[in-house]
């Protein structure tokens, strides 16, 4: 029987997110830092009920991994402490020394006399985040979109419910101490009002679903919003004939191992043949030796039984295109970069790439012609992260084309638009008279 | 019966496309501005061929007009003659004058000794754009996506089938005598391919529908590749209390009469209470003489009645929703900007909408709160255009939240990639060493 709710509808909280978000729209920076600091306080003074709450969905989960119906690797990213609780907080105070990303002038023209165009960041409006376990990203995202005066529409994931609504509620509480607007940030807890959601494209204008494929591919399938985010995380190392091969064996264990189940770990190793029969050899006793399992095609699988890396199990056409989410790797000899672009156009996700090379012409070209939102040379996939590229925090990352793509941080939270200030311009004047179209200083 | 098709499939067009794509994300400006001064060329050597195609369009579409089937506009826009003919040349040439959009540096920063990431921008990849009656707009386009690096896939109205056949061999032959790839630019001639297009996601990366309502709505509903575009004109022109009120109806008059089927025209005035009995019979009295009919709510009635505006009809609920795309406009009293805001959020399509003021205050807010891709003071809504803003011209005018937004030229048709360089830089290396996160000069 279900509980009897006690929140507001979603209509009504994604109706209140639109007028928050109107008000939040022509905030001043200083008011939105506030609500930041109030953030930080908030995190401190609510410290023992937010833990306390996090106990209990910790002990609910302890009973889930010992029934086998929970890894405890999402037990682990369920759990706070007062050391992620005071990185939190540190965030934070980062985030509110950072420019305002509202405002900024990012083109200004006359048109003519007295008539002036500029392009001008602000809020895309209301965003909604979808996310899974790990509950400090609710304070994170919160942060996020405060700074670049979004309204936040929350949906955490269950297992973590009670942590959520103690940090909601300390998170709300601290914005309306500070005076901003009531619906700046709502949190959603059942997983029926995501479907209401999905359904509010006139109040909702941007949804980020933080999760596996099928929760990403089924909320794009599910609603008429833009979604950003990634469905899948496919990326390659790509060793080129002029790759230093000590290099590129710690690149392609760091890319795989460092973090097997991340979206920006590696899955396929592409080897130029002229390095092949001393790399793939190489490549699999160092994969190995962290536990990989490693598959080949079959030039990589002859490479391998003539050095130390025998027994390579077959890559089939269907490795190509497996996120193995996993300690898993497949190698595939390619004749020279034009076939290992051929296969990243194919088989790749269009979220990070990376050539090892020494060779500049060989990097210039990969660099043009990949089309993916990150695209690097001579270091690992993993670096693609909001965190490591410096903006913070991310609320996701992008592989769509249009902005944002990538890890997206403040600066994928904004759009623009255009102001024209003019003293009674008619376009009916212009059928005769030209346009100056002079940059403004 | 069905003529036997002579084009190959519509999927191996789109995959032509997608390799053309690879091949100019890694062309040189000079390469793309030898095609655009090639389509110069083109234009005069092929002249008599499409204006001789183009008057076999214009005597079939003339019958079509003396049968009742098509209106005279329509066929006044797809008319091709000398003087388009050399617009578009000069509009070509203006285009070759403009800077690469390709390859701006947007972020630069250092993450560690030797480690650099850079924002860079780039070709979207395969634009498909849908547009109807005006065949110069093929060579626009075409021209906007050459110089941005873009593959493009064109599919024109079937009243200017044999002009779009005329120019697109033209084009294509440009290209092809300057050595860029088959595939740059593929015509797609037929009502069912367009349905193929719609679900190449894995090949298409962006499709532009220029044409009505009905139109746009039913290919964003049929397709998960990012649309571009607006499916309502919804424009209002708001006259606040401190207006200039001879300004106010000058602007009212420009933004409804000078070209009322655009999507940019005004379709509602929100008047401020204040100067509504001064106001409202001025402008009905000017509106009148250009052949507008003018509805209004009743506070607009009785102030009409009170002045020469009298016998004005019933503006019902209906009418605030409703692009007339005519020259009828309805006419709502709001008792202060706050009304009127409301009025914007609730019924406003995000096109573009102007404050006539000469109160600061009163603009800096609705600078600040209207959401809409364009927001004026004391200027027509006819001004929003990419060729009046300066950008050569448009692609199409998109009233979206994320990037591109409002009138689409060179910017709005490149994204971006992050490029990250190092030299062999692992992330578990930083488990313990921070970043530097300094901006590169």
Redesign the interface.
């Known amino acids: 029987m279900p509980e009897p709710t006690r929140d507001p509808s979603v209509a009504a909280r994604t109706r209140r997110a639109?007028e928050a978000?109107?008000?939040l729209?022509?905030s001043s920076r200083a008011a939105r830092d506030a609500g930041l600091q109030a953030f930080e306080a908030a995190l401190d003074e609510d410290r023992a009920t937010i833990l306390a709450a996090n106990a209990a969905d910790v002990a609910a989960a302890s009973s889930e991994v010992a029934a086998g119906r929970m890894t405890r690797a999402l037990l682990d990213r369920l759990k706070l402490d007062e050391r992620k609780l005071d990185d939190l907080k540190r965030g934070l105070t980062a985030l509110r020394a950072m420019p305002d990303p509202l405002g900024r002038v990012t083109?200004a023209?006359e048109?003519d006399d007295g008539?002036a165009?500029r392009?001008v960041t602000?809020p895309?409006?209301v965003v909604a985040v979808i996310f899974e376990s790990r509950p400090e990203a609710l304070a994170q995202i919160a942060g996020l979109a405060l700074k670049s005066g979004n309204a936040l529409l929350a949906k955490g994931g269950s297992e973590a419910a009670r942590s959520n609504r103690a940090l909601a509620d300390a998170l709300e509480g601290a914005l309306a101490a500070c005076g901003l607007p009531d619906g700046t940030l709502s949190l959603l807890t059942d997983r029926a009002e995501v479907a209401e959601l999905l359904g509010a494209d006139r109040d909702v204008?941007?949804i980020v679903p933080r999760g596996g494929n099928a929760l990403v591919r089924s909320i794009?399938?599910s609603t008429?919003i833009?979604v950003l985010g990634h469905a899948d995380g496919l990326c390659h190392v790509t060793v080129d004939r002029a790759a230093?091969l000590d290099?590129a064996v710690?690149?392609a264990?760091?890319a795989k191992v460092?973090?097997a189940a991340a979206c920006n770990a590696a899955e396929t190793l592409l080897v130029h043949r002229d390095v092949a029969a001393r790399f793939v050899p190489a490549v699999t006793e160092a994969l190995r030796e962290r536990g990989v399992e490693v598959r080949g095609d079959d030039r990589a699988r002859a490479c391998a039984e003539r050095g130390a890396g025998g027994g390579m199990a077959i890559a089939t056409d269907a490795d190509w295109d497996t996120e193995y989410s996993d300690l898993v790797i497949a190698i595939r000899v390619v004749d020279d970069l034009d076939e290992a672009?051929q296969h990243i156009?194919r088989h790749g996700s269009r979220h990070t790439e990376t050539l090892v090379t020494e060779d500049d012409a060989a990097?210039?070209?990969f660099?043009?012609?990949v089309?993916?939102?990150?695209?690097?040379?001579?270091?690992?996939t993993?670096?693609?992260d909001g965190f490591?590229?410096?903006f913070g925090a991310e609320v996701g990352i992008s592989t769509?084309?249009?902005?944002?793509?990538?890890?997206v941080g403040l600066?994928g939270l904004v759009?623009?638009?255009?102001?024209?200030?003019?003293?009674?311009?008619?376009?009916?004047d212009?059928a005769t008279r030209p346009?100056t179209?002079r940059p403004i200083g």
Chains 1, 2 share one sequence.
């Open positions: 639109r978000a109107a008000a729209a022509r083109l023209t048109l008539l165009l392009r602000c895309i409006g204008d941007l794009q399938r008429s833009p230093d290099m710690a690149i264990v760091d460092q973090y672009l156009r990097w210039q070209r660099a043009a012609e089309d993916a939102a990150g695209v690097f040379r001579n270091a690992s993993r670096f693609a490591r590229y410096g769509g084309k249009l902005h944002p793509r990538g890890p600066d759009t623009y638009k255009y102001l024209l200030e003019g003293n009674g311009h008619r376009v009916a212009y346009f179209h």
